[in-house]
Structures are given as C-alpha cells and as structure tokens.
C-alpha cells in the first residue's frame, strides 16, 4: 500500500559558528489519507525541522539537507524547485505555526491576505469570487461577522481568532496534509480546546490528514491516531495512540508519559527526566538518548540501535532487539 | 485618519513657537550689533544712529522686538535686509525654488538609488551585491559632500569637461529644462552622496530584519512566489524605519545644500545664508532659518503621514 506522503532516511544540518551540525539524522516515517500522526518531543528535538524541511522552507544560507526522500502522491518532491515547491505549499501541503500573534501579517488585512493564498494558485478567479470564498472560509472556522473581519487588519483580533484565520488560510485550497506546528501552544485553555475542536470538525468534513506536531501529550491523546516520538533529531517510537499511552516500550516515551501531571493523584514532587538533552556539539556516539537513560548498558554507549519493530511499535532501543531490525542504524 | 492627521498638525503648533523662540533669540544674542554693519564708518554721526536705532525698533525691550518680529511674521512679513533694504520675503522666495530643487531631486535620487540595493543585499546577504552595495554605502557615509564636490568639478568639469561646474543656466541666456537638468546633475549627486550611504544601511538592516519574521514564513508557506514575498510582505513592513531614516535626512538635505550650493554658485537660500552671515544681515538669517524649519517641519508631516498609510497599527491606535 503506497502512503500519501512518505518520508524516508531524512538528515538536515545547520551551520552554527561555520560549521555543519546534523539536527535530524534518518527521519523515517509516512502519512496516510485522512490520518492524523502526532509527533511529540521536547524542544530542539527536530519536530519542526522536519516539517520546516519537507516544504523547504528552511533559510538556505544556513541549513541543508544532507539526505532523505519525500514521496508525496507517489512523487518524489525533495528535489524541486522554488518554483515547483510553490505549488505545492498551500495548495497540497499546508502548514500553520505556534505563534499566530506573529504570524499574520501586520500591515494587510486579514481578507487580503486570505484572497492572497486564493489567487497565488489560482490567477484567472475574479477579485468577487475570491472574497466570497474568503468569507465563506471566515464563517466554516467559526469567526463571527466574517464580512467585518475581512475588512480588519490581524491585530483588530484576538490570539484565537488569529488562529482561526490561519487554519482558514491554510485549507482554503483543500489541501490534502495540514502541518499544524504546535498550533495551541500560545493560546489559553479554553481556546486551545476550541482550536482543537474546530481541527477535528473540519478533519471530519475534508478527510484532510494532519501532521500535529506539538509537546503537549494531552493534545495527541485526543486528536492523533498515531504518534511519532522525536528525540534529539531521531525517531525513538512509532505506534498508534492508544498502544502507546497503554504501553510505552521506549524509556524516553516512559519518561514522557510519567512526567504527565495527575490531578488525581497527590504526589509529593513530580516526575521528570533527569538531565537536558545533549548538544549538537555532543551527541553521543551510541544511543542518544544513552546520556538520560535510566536503563542504559555499555551497548547503548558504544552503538545506536535501529528502529527495532515489536508488538505494533517501532522502537529505537536495545530492550527490543528480539524485534524486527526496521531501518539501519542512523544515529 | 483623520483624528491622527489633526493630532499631527496640533503638535507642529507648539514646535513652530518653540522654533521662532530660538531663531530669534539666537540672533539676539550674537555678537555685534547690526547697527555697526549698517553704518560701517566709525564717524558717523551719533543723532543718526539713534534715529535710526529707534526707527528699527532696537531700542525697544528684547520681548517687544520678539513679539513684534512675531506679529509680523505671521502677516508675512519677515522683514526688510540690512543689507540690500529689500523685502526677506522676497529674497527668500527669489532663492527658494532652486534649493528645493536639488534636495528634492537628491532625495528622490538616493530613494530610487538605495531601496532598491538594499532590498537586494538583504536578499542575497554576503553576496557580489551585498559586498558591493555595502561598499557603496560606507563610501558614501564617511565622504563629506564638500570633498565628494570638490572631487566631481576636478574630474567631471575640469579634466573631463561633461558637467559645468557651477549656476543654473548656460551664459549663453537661453533657460530650457535640458539646460537646467545638466547643471542639477552634479550638486544633486553630491547632495545624495551621504544620503545614499546611509540609506543603504538602513535599508538592508530593516529588511533583513523582516525576513525573518513569522509572517515572511506564512507566506511562503502558503505558496507565494519569492518575488512576491520579498516586495508585497518584507518590503513594506521594513519601510517604516526607511521613512524615518528618510524624515531624518531632510533636515541634512537643507544643511547639506548650503555647503552645495556654496560650492557650485547654486543660487539657492544656501548661498544666500552664507552671505546674509558673511555680512551679518540678521533680519534675512532669521527669515531663512525659519523658512528651513517651516519645510523641515512640513516634511515631518508628510513623513508621518506616510507611516499611517504604510503601518494600519498607527492609524487605528487611539
């Protein structure tokens, strides 16, 4: 079965202080129609990057890819163009980001920046046409008095509302992926419960699939059907959501999991994983996560594991080595 | 819009006030009397210069000279020249198209010159641009205009006669717009030499800076060309410290244009000024002085105007 979008043996570096540092190293993973895939980690670990890269969206002056594939609707799209990748950005592929505060922008209003993602795919809609679809797509993301908000300029709104019109934006041209990265992190409980909310419905309506990226174990648990656990620029586990909060198999998904505050349990400190996550500048040579790891052994220091496949999951750790050997090593 | 188009104009009320106020005393206050200047022999009988001490009101309290300056100033009437017995206003008036002349066209020069190569060098950051308008910008910022001048008569005029190196028209007496463009074209470069240099800078900080803006992603991430990107999105949010820079040079313009115009026998209200000073004529000192800050004044206004079109945060604040 060929997947909608497949990822395979992904590596981008950085240039930090003239030299190249490997953020992500042998990212592999697929998307599914209509699915969506949550991937989680802590901050740095390559969630972003990965996504950033896939739309080549990366600043060029200062990050390369060094190998990697993305198969999209059966076409290899790792090679393309400025050019081509615009066709593909908004119109195939969408993405909304964390920070809708900033990321509208400020001197053009909301309308012309809908109509903008409308007719740099399509020039031959009328100006008309155009708005009406802008509006009808203010009003299908729940914004009240859609025709007022198109005329307003993004700080006449507030941090929710900015968001929603970012998810307008970003499916107005039916998209078949939507990246959202960490698309609730700066809004409030409440409205990142809406925003959550609003994803699932038009998820529903458009049978879009949805790359969630965010480190928010909550917000997987309710809206993804698989998860992708990221650390250090390395997949650690792969497995569907509900077999990985019933059964974590590698010690980091472990550590995420148990650092999960429990309203219903009064503990005395809460759970955490010791240490911060190593540098570029020092990766370890074994297992990356070997330097955190509270069942590390002499083989973890000295070799990385590949993604070993056992009971439903894809793991990155020696515990399962009576599992299948998925991809190589690629630490 | 409008309520900031008003707040604007209130606000140049009191500096205009505040501009006369220095004008004045400043002059006021600078040595030798203009009496002195106007009768230059030291015999000159004693009755006579009172008379007409008291005919030019200079016996009067320094406030009442102030507010009678003032009240005239505000009829329009700036005067009469010591030195010449003719009306400032008209002096002024005679003087003034040519000034505005060059520094608008130096100012226009070194937008359509720098934007653009900043713009670029943002772009395409340590590239053959980059390093090349880089170049051109410290060159210009650190060459004084009077040098920059200097240097242009001795290669452009004398060794390489392609430009006359000083007036307005030929002597031949015929005045056509060609004519007068080929003698704008050396004050006007050197009036934009500096101009330019900073701009530059300014330019290429401003819109390196956008680009890396969240919002410079999103539109890229929604399929927009780069070209789009570049001019539609990062150009017009990096234009309001480029405006700044601009309303700021304004004020160096004018001053730039006395040495200029000084120069290449421009004949401009810099020129003017610096006889008026050469031969301490303060009434048409004064008069220019507050004709220059009545236009810097106005310049600011447009400048602020612009930013309310460019920046809808500005025109919708409260």
């Known amino acids: 079965m060929s997947h909608l979008l497949e990822i395979s043996n992904l590596s981008v570096s950085f240039l930090v202080r003239k030299k190249w540092l490997q953020a992500v190293t042998g990212v592999s993973f697929y998307v599914d129609q209509g699915e ?25 002056t200062t990050s390369r890819v060094d190998s990697g594939t993305v198969i999209f609707d059966g076409t290899d799209i790792s090679g393309y163009s400025d050019k081509e990748m615009s066709r593909i950005r908004g119109r195939r592929i969408s993405m909304i980001f964390q920070d809708s505060m900033t990321s509208l922008n400020p001197v053009m209003t909301n309308g012309a920046q809908l109509v903008e993602a409308i007719k740099c795919h ?21 914004i009240p008095s859609p025709e007022k908000r198109f005329r307003e300029y993004p700080h006449q709104l507030s941090g929710g509302m900015r968001q929603r019109v970012m998810i307008a934006m970003a499916l107005i041209q039916s998209p078949s992926i939507l990246i959202a990265d960490e698309p609730t992190t700066a809004l409030d409980v409440t409205i990142q419960a809406q925003i959550l909310e609003l994803m699932q419905e038009l998820k529903a309506t458009s049978n879009v699939s949805i790359m969630l990226i965010t480190h928010d174990m909550g917000v997987v648990a309710e ?32 550590g995420l999991l148990a650092s999960i505050p429990r309203p219903d349990k009064t503990v005395g400190k809460l759970s955490s994983i010791e240490g911060t996550v190593p540098t570029l500048q020092n990766m370890p040579v074994g297992c990356r996560f070997s330097t955190r790891c509270s069942k590390c052994t002499s083989k973890c220091i000295e070799s990385c594991p590949p993604l070993f ?15 299948e050997a998925v991809d190589g090593t690629s630490c | 819009m409008g309520k900031y188009v008003l707040r604007r104009l209130l606000v140049a009320i009191p500096t205009f006030i505040g501009i006369t106020v220095l004008v004045f005393f400043l002059s006021y206050l600078a040595p030798g009397s203009p009496l002195e200047m106007l009768f230059m022999d030291s015999n000159a009988d004693a009755q006579v210069m009172a008379d007409m001490e008291a005919r030019l009101g200079l016996d009067q309290p320094v406030y009442v000279q102030y507010f009678r300056w003032v009240g005239q100033l505000f009829q329009g009437n700036l005067g009469y020249s010591y030195r010449t017995g003719l009306p400032v206003w008209d002096m002024v008036a005679e003087r003034i198209g040519p000034t505005l002349l060059i520094t608008i066209a130096s100012l226009v020069l070194s937008v359509l010159i720098a934007i653009p190569l900043g713009v670029m060098s943002a772009y395409k950051p340590y ?11 410290f060159i210009g910022a650190a060459t004084p205009n009077f040098f920059a001048g200097l240097v242009f008569i001795y290669l452009l ?26 003698h704008m074209v050396l004050p006007t470069l050197v009036l934009s030499i500096q101009q330019i240099g900073s701009l530059i800078r300014q330019t290429r900080g401003s819109v390196l800076e956008v680009l890396q803006d969240d919002f410079i992603r999103t539109a890229r991430a929604k399929g927009c060309l780069e070209s789009r990107v570049l001019f539609r999105h990062a150009l017009r949010n990096a234009l309001s410290p480029v405006i700044t820079r601009i309303g700021s040079m304004i ?40 004709v220059i800050a009545v236009a810097v004044l106005i310049g600011n206004l447009i400048i602020d105007l612009i930013y309310s079109v460019l920046d809808p945060r500005i025109r919708y604040s409260k």
């Open chain 1, 36 to 60: 969506t895939l949550g991937i989680v980690g802590e901050s740095g670990c390559g969630k972003s990057v990965t996504s950033m890269s896939m739309l080549h969206l990366l600043p060029k």
């Open chain 1, 122 to 142: 399509d020039r031959n809609i009328s100006k008309k046409e155009a708005e009406e679809k802008a509006i009808s797509y203010l009003a299908k993301v729940g």
């Open chain 1, 223 to 254: 809206m993804a059907d698989r998860v992708m656990v990221m650390y250090a620029g390395n997949v650690m586990e792969v497995a569907p959501t509900k077999e990985i909060f019933a059964n974590p198999m590698h010690p980091y998904s472990q």
């Open chain 1, 309 to 323: 496949r056992k009971d439903g999951h894809d793991v990155r750790c020696w515990l399962y080595a009576d599992g």
């Open chain 2, 127 to 137: 590239s053959g641009w980059d390093y090349f308008s880089s170049g051109l910008s």
């Open chain 2, 157 to 182: 005029s004398v060794k390489v006669n392609i430009f006359p190196s000083s007036g307005m028209y030929d002597s031949a007496g015929t005045h056509t717009f060609l004519d007068l463009v080929h």
């Open chain 2, 251 to 290: 004020p160096f313009l004018v001053g730039g244009a006395v040495v200029t115009e000084q120069l290449f026998s421009w004949p401009g209200l810099g020129s003017l000024m610096v006889l008026s000073i050469n031969s301490r004529d303060y009434p048409v000192i004064m008069g220019i002085t507050v």
